[in-house]
């Protein structure tokens, strides 16, 4: 049976937000300094207004620092926000303890997706993972507030992260799709990447929603509208596009719960959602891998009997006729070849879900096909399906 997003058995024999009001900016240097207090904090901390969310943060925590108030810098964004993205990765990775490093970049984007801007290979390339930027800058929130930011924010930011990194990683098993990433946003995509927020209404229930489900959310939906059209102006066709894309949006979720994991211990609110079931679902998401490479991965890698050569050296794919309603053949039909028929169905969004049935005597071939698409949809499809075994 094929059913998307679940299984594929082998048959056979074997939003714009921050919190610093417009109104505190307007305050005389001294007095705002001297306002800086746990009032400020909470209510920086609550309040939504025009500001980015990073730029809201490190307003806050830099006027404890050393920052002026009354300072206004303007944000680049678009490919220098992307390269700043990267520079606030490797700070992180080399400065965990000291994140006031990274005024001079947080300055100069308007989210995390500005990495979307620069050239997605370069994203494999830096070498820099994202979850540490979104971990890292709610722990030291917390830790220098006192305070943990609105489960909107932490979830905006986590999700931005969580996403890029499922990018990272796909990229990183798929180097024959990163080498053709070398080109930088187009001005109408950078705009997208600006914009992306503006028009969702991103609230605490969408918050909660999308740490149970990422693919359910709105966010989910705009990561994926930029994507894409990242990817069709690197160079993908459209099919190719839209099939990276849904795998990437699809692995997000355990890059969700890996955050949470990190920041448990002083993002309460984060890891209330989940409650005790984190653990177990990362656990299951090991599984799954373990399961994939060990498993269905070695399958086609498998010896002939006592043989020297292995299935994949000798396997053709066996040409296939359709059957009517009580199991005859349709002789007058033209074969066709069985891997194009059954990539054919799951692609096609009104027969993915109908279950592939083969017909055939002892020794055709039907298991030596099983173990070998299953081993293709593994490489080119996985998680949009996963593979079990009955």
Same mark, same amino acid.
């Given at each position: ?8 058995? @082998? ?24 306002? *800086?207090?746990? #009032?400020?904090?909470?209510? *920086? ?15 806050? @925590? ?29 700070? *992180? ?18 989210? @995390? ?67 053709? @990433? ?85 993002? #309460? ?51 296939? #006729? ?5 199991? #005859? ?62």
């Amino acid at each position: 049976m094929l059913r998307k997003r679940f299984f594929i058995p @082998l048959l056979g024999g074997g939003g714009a937000r921050g919190g610093l009001p417009v109104a505190c900016c307007l305050l005389p240097v001294a007095c705002a300094q001297r306002y *800086i207090g746990q #009032k400020l904090k909470e209510e *920086i901390l609550t309040m939504t207004s025009k500001f980015k969310l990073l730029q809201n943060i490190w307003r806050v @925590l830099n006027t404890e620092i050393e920052l002026n108030l009354l300072e206004s810098e303007t944000v680049k964004g678009g490919v220098e926000g992307g390269k700043a993205v990267f520079e606030i990765a490797e700070v *992180i990775q080399e400065n965990a303890t000291e994140l006031s490093l990274l005024n001079p970049f947080i300055n100069n984007i308007d989210s @995390l997706l500005d990495a979307l801007n620069s050239p997605l290979g370069q994203v494999v390339k830096e070498g820099l993972p994202f979850l540490p930027i979104a971990t890292g800058i709610i722990t030291y929130i917390i830790k220098k507030t006192g305070h943990e930011p609105t489960l909107e924010d932490e979830v905006e930011l986590v999700a931005q992260a969580a996403y890029l990194e499922s990018l990272r990683e796909f990229l990183i098993d798929h180097p024959e799709i990163s080498e053709k @990433l070398e080109t930088e946003a187009s001005e109408a995509v950078q705009k997208k990447i600006k914009k992306w927020d503006e028009e969702i209404d991103f609230n605490d229930r969408k918050a909660k929603d999308t740490l149970i489900c990422f693919y359910d959310s709105p966010l989910r939906e705009k990561f994926d509208d930029i994507l894409f059209a990242r990817l069709k102006e690197s160079g993908l066709d459209d099919n190719m596009a839209e099939n990276v894309t849904e795998r990437i949006s699809r692995s997000t979720h355990r890059y969700l719960k890996e955050a949470v994991l990190e920041v448990k211990d002083d993002a #309460k609110k984060l890891a209330g959602i989940y409650g005790g079931g984190w653990q177990q679902d990362l656990e299951v998401y090991s599984s799954i891998d373990k399961y994939l490479e060990e498993a269905i991965a070695e399958k086609p890698k498998e010896k002939v009997f006592d043989e020297n050569f292995s299935f994949q050296d000798i396997y053709v794919p066996l040409k296939v #006729k359709p059957v009517d309603s009580d199991g #005859k053949v349709k002789e007058t039909a033209t074969p066709q070849n069985i891997e194009e028929w059954a990539k054919a169905i799951l692609l096609d969004e009104k027969k993915n879900k109908q279950v592939l049935f083969i017909q055939a005597g002892p020794g055709r071939g039907k298991s030596v096909f099983c173990r070998m698409f299953a081993d293709f949809v593994r490489r080119e499809l996985h998680p949009i399906y996963y593979i079990r075994r009955f």
